[in-house]
């Protein structure tokens, strides 16, 4: 995919770097998509590593940006981030924004097969090929340390990510990530309709499923999951167990640290960021 | 005034604490109204100091609790910090709602005296007693080491509780305060309907005015005020120089640091939030 011009929307000076909101035209998902991206000021002198966020169910490319308190870590760090947004918008397609846990602000990081949504849902493909070569070749980044992350549908988004593109990304974490999404109630609803009934394109979207079939390059440090323990979605949503298992058998490298307490929301992201940081950094420099 | 009854909105862990919203009945403002605290876990087993923060024009009680990252530094720094909404809400008085910078969520934190006005907009008694007293009885709060700081027209409300009630806050700082409120046109078009034509009225709300007579207790080191050198809003609403040429003359100990290409945006104040963390704690320590 070609990567079209940037257009600033927003500029805030923070952390001695700045906050930028750009827009671009995607020629992956056919509409107009807006992301965040923070650079330090670090990246003025030098190619710095490059975190890519991706957000939950709801969210724009604002909430990360606002509630996390990312910046500051970006800064210290000296890393960029960006986030996307977490779906096509403005596309008019029947039911696309009937519901708050599918279609607009819920793309699920999937391609969609179904004709009905195939032409814009492509959220896999614009994260890890447009979306990801336009902040490479836009911002001062070092391609040789990559990773991704994010938070509930968005962890679930950076999983498949890492999985489905062995190589591409450095290293993976997440925060209360959807993990087993072909069989919770919101991926059941949502890939019936982007994939119909053919439940064997659903695994090819699921972290569960992928983990078992993985034969990439495998991250030096155990990935790093972190799950509230008073967390509304968990049981019935993200299933973290399901995913630990599957990594256990498949000899994949991974830490499950339940969190006494912490809710789903940005208070819990928060207080757990810096880690999140720590851990790609680690990887980063292997 | 006498405190009513908490009830509690919100509740969420962060960074070992919690962060909460409660509502609870005014007699001072004659409506609900809700506030943010966060207490961190150091206040389950002892006293601790409070800061209170008082929001600009548009907040309620979330934009401060979401957007600045307080609650990492009052973990760490083991304060409660508590933040009112801005203004009365829902008392329904004709053109309380009809502009953004007047009424509802701009309340300016005085006490009205045309008739109009004088029932709801009661924000200083609310902030400085029925507030004050209601987070000292609730909350593990340290009666000693109280400060107040705020932003926008909240730095000129903590500003003017600091000089008008001498001796009740040890500490005062502000983000790009509105300095001079009688003569900015914000302040102008609040006071003309708050307090009619009487210019002394305005006096008595406006900080160059009041540092100008106050013989309270000074601050051991100079108070810290923050002002972007990127702010829309400095030359002709906050009249930062005003105030410092104020305190010259009065003697009155400040510092005034202009940063330069921060703008008027949480991001400024969350980038140096720390810092007045840091001041605060100075000033209790004395």
Redesign the interface.
Same mark, same amino acid.
């Given at each position: 995919m070609s990567s079209s011009a940037l257009t600033r929307e927003q500029s805030?000076?923070?952390?001695?770097g700045h906050?930028y909101v750009y827009n671009h035209e995607s020629s992956t998902v056919g509409c107009k998509m807006k992301f965040g991206v923070y650079v330090p000021a670090k990246a003025e002198k030098e190619r710095v590593p490059l975190l890519i966020f991706l957000s939950g169910l709801t969210c724009t490319e604002q909430n990360f940006i =606002?509630?996390s308190?990312v910046?500051?870590l970006a800064s210290e760090y000296g890393f960029i981030v960006a986030n996307p947004d977490t779906s096509p918008r403005g596309c008019k397609i029947e039911g696309d924004s009937d519901k708050w846990d599918f279609g607009e602000g819920a793309g699920y990081y999937i391609d969609a097969t179904e004709s009905k949504w195939s032409k814009n849902y492509r959220m896999f493909s614009y994260i890890n090929e447009e979306f990801y070569e336009l902040i490479v070749k836009n911002f001062n980044v070092n391609p040789n340390q990559i990773g991704i992350f994010g938070h509930s549908m968005g962890g679930h988004g950076a999983l498949i990510s890492f999985f489905k593109r062995p190589g591409q990304y450095k290293s993976v974490s997440a925060f209360a990530p959807i993990c087993n999404a072909s069989k919770s109630d919101w991926g059941i609803n949502a890939y019936t309709k982007f994939f119909g009934q053919d439940k064997n394109l659903w695994k090819q979207y699921d972290a569960t499923e992928l983990v078992a079939s993985y034969h990439g390059p495998k991250p030096h440090a155990p990935v790093l999951i972190d799950q509230?323990s008073?967390d509304n979605f968990k049981d019935k949503q993200l299933f973290p167990e399901r995913f630990i298992d599957a990594c256990k058998t498949a000899s994949f490298p991974i830490e499950l640290r339940e969190q006494a307490? #912490?809710?789903h929301? #940005? #208070?819990?992201i928060? =207080?757990f960021l810096e880690d999140h940081f720590k851990y790609h950094k680690k990887e980063f420099e292997h």
């Open positions: 805030s000076k923070a952390f001695d906050q =606002t509630k308190g910046q500051r509230g008073d307490g #912490y809710d929301s #940005y #208070y819990f928060m =207080t």
